[in-house]
């Protein structure tokens, strides 16, 4: 991504013009019904997550409301959040981006609260407990497939810098912009994935609900650390 847009700084549709420009219609037009049937995983399951949190206040033993995210409440509520979403979009760019600032402004101060806590209470004898994996049971490079499935999902919205590229005022800003948020996303990925071993073992880590970071928290700030993950 880096290099072509460097390349060909003149295209400025998406990705997937790349692909229709180097390889013709037929892939270009493959290629963009795949991009657009990632981006509506993405978003599915990003909202279930959103549920998924929110189910930490308003679910009760006696009331399951949001649940895991696969109540019908909440497929409501994620289709009325991406409809808000949707038309505050169309009212122009700058509330776009003012949204998209708030929002990760949002995710960001409690994952920087983990980091910084799950670095104190990183402990090296668990994290290196059972550090190969042979007590899954599977092959390594099945585990290695399955890692990288769920880094291309991390991943998944790291090009959208392209897709807004002609209103940007220097084309050098969009190779930028790509780079900065491949190496974010990267750094956070990283950082919040193997201090999390570190914490607790992974065979807990693998029970806990989502988000599992509460659970986490719960071990780092006791039970009023439940809610300080959710509303980011």
Request: with cysteine; net charge positive; proline share 3%.
């Amino acid at each position: 991504m880096l290099l072509l847009t460097r390349i060909r700084p003149d295209l400025d549709g998406g990705i997937f013009t790349y692909a229709r420009e180097g390889f013709g219609e037929l892939i270009g037009f493959c290629s963009a019904w795949g991009y657009w049937l990632c981006a509506v995983i993405a978003n599915v399951s990003y909202l279930v997550i959103v549920f998924s949190a929110l189910s930490f206040f308003t679910d009760t033993p006696e009331l399951r409301l949001f649940g895991d995210g696969n109540t019908w409440q909440s497929i409501v509520g994620a289709s009325v959040l991406l409809w808000v979403v949707h038309f505050l979009v169309l009212r122009g760019v700058q509330t776009a981006a003012g949204i998209n600032l708030v929002a990760t402004l949002a995710k960001l101060l409690p994952l920087g609260a983990f980091v910084a806590l799950a670095a104190l209470a990183f402990q090296l004898d668990t994290f290196r407990l059972d550090f190969s994996g042979l007590a899954l049971g599977v092959p390594v490079w099945e585990q290695v497939k399955n890692t990288m499935l769920i880094t291309l999902w991390v991943f998944i919205g790291v090009e959208g810098a392209v897709v807004v590229s002609a209103r940007a005022r220097h084309k050098r800003d969009v190779g930028r912009a790509t780079l900065l948020a491949v190496l974010s996303a990267l750094a956070v990925y990283l950082l919040v994935t193997l201090l999390s071993l570190g914490v607790v073992p992974r065979s807990e880590l693998a029970e806990m609900r989502n988000p599992s970071m509460a659970g986490l928290m719960v071990r780092l700030m006791g039970s009023w650390g439940r809610s300080s993950l959710p509303p980011g």
